[in-house]
């Protein structure tokens, strides 16, 4: 089972030829690396495992993922 982190791009760089971004969770703030989806954008919403953006997610998707979250912390 692969359990990711929905978030959302603030930040992108490049690092000595590796794409990196800022992701935002809403609670922290973490490095991501970019190597599996080069092609995202600031503000655009992703799932992060393990230090990478494994996806590129739809405004709708993402609100989903985050609702469950908040539902299974009791939020």
Known sequence: MCLGSV????????ADGVPMAEVDFGF???TA???YEP???VD???LVHMGFVMEELDEARAEEALALRKEI???
């Open 7 to 14: 978030g959302r791009v603030i930040r992108t760089w490049d």
């Open 28 to 30: 922290r703030t973490e």
């Open 33 to 35: 690396c970019l190597l």
């Open 39 to 41: 092609q995202v954008t």
């Open 44 to 46: 655009t919403p992703v």
């Open 73 to 75: 912390a009791g939020e």
